[in-house]
C-alpha cells in the first residue's frame, strides 16, 4: 500500500485547511485509517483515525470539535478537515493505513502498517 499525503500550507490561525491521503496498491476489505503529526525532537502523535466503515471516528483531545476525518471508499481517499487552526497545529502531518480495520487502538502508531511521506502544515499567529 503506498500512501499519498497532500494539502499541507502556511495559513494564519482560524484558518482551514483540509488534508487529503490517496491510498493505492493492494486493497483490504476493512483497514483504518489515520493522522499523525510531528513536530521536531518530539514524538508522533495521534491526531485522528477511521474506520473502513466510517463509522467510527477517533480524535485527540487537542483537536476534538476543530477537526473532522472522513473516507471516500471509491476514491481510496481519507480527508483530515481542519479547522479554526492553532499555532500549536504546526507539524509535519502523515498519514497511516492498518491493514486489519478490527485493530482495538487506532490511536496508536503500532496500529499501522503503512506511512505516507508526510506534509507540512504552518500556522502563523
Known amino acids: 500500500v503506498q500512501l499519498q499525503a497532500s494539502g499541507g500550507g502556511l495559513v494564519q490561525a482560524g484558518d482551514s485547511l483540509r488534508l487529503s491521503c490517496a491510498a493505492s496498491g493492494r486493497t483490504f476489505s476493512t483497514y483504518i485509517m489515520g493522522w499523525f503529526r510531528q513536530i521536531p525532537g518530539k514524538e508522533r502523535e495521534f491526531v485522528a483515525a477511521i474506520r473502513w466503515s466510517g463509522s467510527s471516528t477517533y480524535y485527540a483531545d487537542s483537536v476534538k470539535g476543530r477537526f473532522a476525518i472522513s473516507r471516500d471508499n471509491a476514491k481510496n481517499t481519507v480527508y483530515l478537515q481542519m479547522n479554526i487552526l492553532k499555532p500549536e497545529d504546526t507539524a509535519v502531518y502523515y498519514c497511516?493505513?492498518?491493514?486489519?480495520?478490527?485493530?482495538?487502538?487506532?490511536?496508536?502508531?503500532?496500529?499501522?502498517?503503512?506511512w505516507g511521506q508526510g506534509t507540512q502544515v504552518t500556522v502563523s499567529s
Open positions: 497511516a493505513f492498518a491493514r486489519d480495520g478490527f485493530q482495538l487502538y487506532p490511536s496508536s502508531r503500532a496500529t499501522y502498517d503503512y
